[in-house]
């Protein structure tokens, strides 16, 4: 009964490739989020999609592109990697249309870039 | 000047003491707080949510939100060794969580 589970868990790739990670949620929520988190454990917002209309696009290179199939998936792509993508995303979902709720954290996928 | 600011820690206190992890943040029109414990290894899990002025209590967790001084904490009571976490304030500026660097807890036995 996972709540929000991503896959793959680890990703290791080499620079130049193009990965990518997927979500999925089984709480009936309305909003899911991709975050980023750095080597320094520094945790930001990358995007936010509500019912699969994208809300939220923070300052991101447009090597990633986030796609949302339906309500309980959210998929990032990521294009030509570079070494300063290596960190670990996480995916998230609430059921608020902005983040004013509880989000809830999936486990994480770490992603090296070789 | 830095969303939401914590000291990074490490902090470290005795089992059984109060553990008190502090974060202030920039935006006035913020109108929720939040507090997650992170694991190594693992995802951010919510423990506190507030909303108004004022303590709000769960268990041995109280937080505590004064939105005229821009402020909020955590107090851990009775600390005990499964708290050793990095606890990480969030607060929601524009509707966006946006969350501090986190303080890195010990609790030494």
């Known amino acids: 009964d996972t709540a929000v589970s991503q896959t793959p868990k680890y990703l290791v790739t080499q620079m130049g490739n193009d990965k990518s990670i997927k979500c999925e949620q089984n709480?009936?929520?309305?909003?899911m989020y991709w975050y980023k988190q750095d080597s320094k454990k520094f945790l930001k917002i990358m995007f936010s999609?509500?019912?699969?209309?994208?809300?939220i696009n923070e300052t991101v290179p447009n090597r990633f592109s986030p796609k949302s199939p339906d309500k309980a998936h959210l998929n990032l792509h990521i294009n030509s990697l570079e070494l300063g993508d290596s960190a670990v995303y996480f995916c998230?979902?609430?059921?608020?249309?902005?983040?004013?709720?509880?989000?809830?954290f999936g486990p994480g996928t770490r992603l090296t870039v070789l | 000047q830095k969303e939401v600011e914590q000291n990074s820690g490490p902090l470290s206190v005795p089992e059984g003491a109060i553990a008190s992890l502090n974060c202030t943040y920039s935006?006035?029109?913020?109108?929720?707080f939040f507090w997650y414990r992170q694991y190594s290894g693992k995802s951010p899990e919510l423990i506190m949510s507030?909303?108004?002025?004022g303590d709000k209590e769960d268990g041995r967790f109280t937080a505590q939100l004064n939105k005229a001084s821009q402020y909020v904490s955590l107090l851990i009571r009775d600390s005990q060794p499964s708290d050793s976490a990095t606890y990480l304030c969030?607060?929601?500026?524009?509707?966006?969580?946006?969350f501090g660097t986190g303080t890195r807890l010990t609790i030494i036995p």
């Open positions: 507030i909303y108004s002025n």
């Open positions: 969030a607060v929601t500026p524009g509707g966006k969580l946006t």
């Open positions: 999609y509500n019912n699969k209309e994208l809300i």
């Open positions: 935006d006035r029109g913020s109108q929720s």
């Open positions: 709480l009936g929520h309305d909003t």
């Open positions: 998230a979902s609430s059921q608020a249309v902005l983040g004013t709720d509880t989000q809830y």
